[in-house]
């Protein structure tokens, strides 16, 4: 059945937030408050409330109730398995790759510069020889 | 020479007058200090409590003393307003009167959400009306912030037009107003129909895109 909505705002789904003090965070939606605004929870942070502008939902939705206490919601984040899941996903992964490569130092730099030569010399070796192969 | 002394302890005829709020009276300074931006903004209004009497006089040695329960942007404004309304009440003003003690009154639970009924009475261009309004939100002063904002753009009444009657914390069942009734649901859930695509920060911000940007999910 082909909905046109996949990723839901309901309790329990995380999000990720993408504007303000809290940018790169995943949080979990607590409890909606209104049309704009949600409760959210995360281990490292106190419960606040969050505008949805702010936010970026995600596939991954864990179980909990409404509102849950600290301890509920690290439990229950924990058997979902967010943050392995997060990591393994094509966003996660994209994320961690931007951090990385923002966070490298110019001898970092200089060893990617040379691993891309290297490799963009392995492409065209091994191209080379497929062209041989095709024309004879 | 008699030395006026005010002290805490001798607090006589306690009277509340009006803006009377049904949550606790209690002034709790909130005292996590790590809040993330979020739920504890910065409040353009402030409630404060103001308590205050008539001085004494000869014929009256312990004139009545009474407290208000007020929302102001500062404590300046908040004194004003308090003798604006006993005056409008009791026959006393600033000029006979002092003001005993002003504290801000702070939210007692600012993570839990709560549904405020806002009983308000403004000026509007034709003359004063009642209005009783209803607001879903973590914090009575956002609930009050919401108010002023809607009165603005709804009904086109500035700040200084509002009085603000009464205000309370309606449990779900009591609500009336379908807007907040609708999110009493345990098990809520909707998508985010059009998604705005905005660069984290302000600096990062530019006129031209390179690509056309995926507004769906």
Redesign the interface.
């Known amino acids: 059945m082909l909905q046109p909505f996949k990723r839901y705002v309901e309790i329990g789904r995380v999000a990720f937030v993408t504007y303000g003090k809290e940018y790169g965070r995943l949080v979990v939606i607590v409890d909606v408050i209104d049309q704009n605004r949600a409760l959210v929870d995360s281990p490292e942070m106190v419960r606040g409330q969050i505008n949805f502008k702010r936010l970026s939902l995600t596939d991954i939705k864990i179980d909990i109730p409404r509102v849950p206490k600290k301890k509920t919601l690290i439990d229950a984040m924990e058997t979902a398995d967010v943050k392995n899941k997060w990591e393994n996903s094509s966003w996660g992964r994209k994320l961690i790759v931007q951090k990385r490569r923002a966070s490298l130092n110019d001898f970092d730099r200089f060893k990617v510069m040379l691993a891309k030569i290297k490799r963009g010399g392995a492409i065209r070796q091994e191209l080379a020889k497929l062209k041989k192969a095709d024309v004879a | 020479m008699e030395t006026r002394t005010v002290s805490a302890a001798r607090v006589y005829d306690y009277i509340n007058v009006a803006c009377v709020d049904h949550e606790s009276a209690r002034n709790v300074v909130c005292g996590?200090a790590?809040?993330?931006?979020?739920?504890?903004g910065n409040f353009r209004f402030h409630q404060y409590q103001v308590v205050g009497r008539a001085l004494p006089t000869e014929t009256e040695e312990h004139p009545k003393i009474y407290r208000m329960k007020l929302w102001a942007t500062n404590e300046v404004r908040a004194k004003s307003k308090f003798w604006y309304f006993l005056r409008k009440l009791k026959k006393v003003k600033k000029s006979n009167g002092q003001v005993l003690a002003i504290n801000e009154i702070f939210e007692r639970k600012p993570?839990?959400?709560k549904n405020y009924g806002v009983w308000l009475r403004y000026q509007s261009r034709t003359g004063y009306h009642n209005m009783y309004k209803e607001y879903?939100?973590?914090t009575l002063n956002g609930a009050v912030e919401q108010m002023y904002n809607e009165m603005a753009s709804r009904h086109r009444v500035r700040q200084h037009c509002i009085q603000i009657i009464k205000t309370a914390t309606i449990p779900s069942k009591l609500c009336k107003r379908e807007?907040?009734k609708q999110?009493h649901d345990?098990?809520?859930?909707?998508?985010?129909?059009f998604?705005?695509v905005?660069p984290?920060?302000r600096k990062l911000k530019t006129t031209y895109k390179a690509s056309r940007p995926n507004l769906f999910?």
Request: glycine fraction near 4%; aromatic fraction near 10%; charge should be positive.
């Open positions: 996590a790590l809040f993330v931006s979020g739920s504890m993570t839990k959400i879903r939100d973590t807007s907040t999110f345990s098990k809520i859930k909707f998508p985010l129909v998604k705005k905005r984290p920060s999910k």
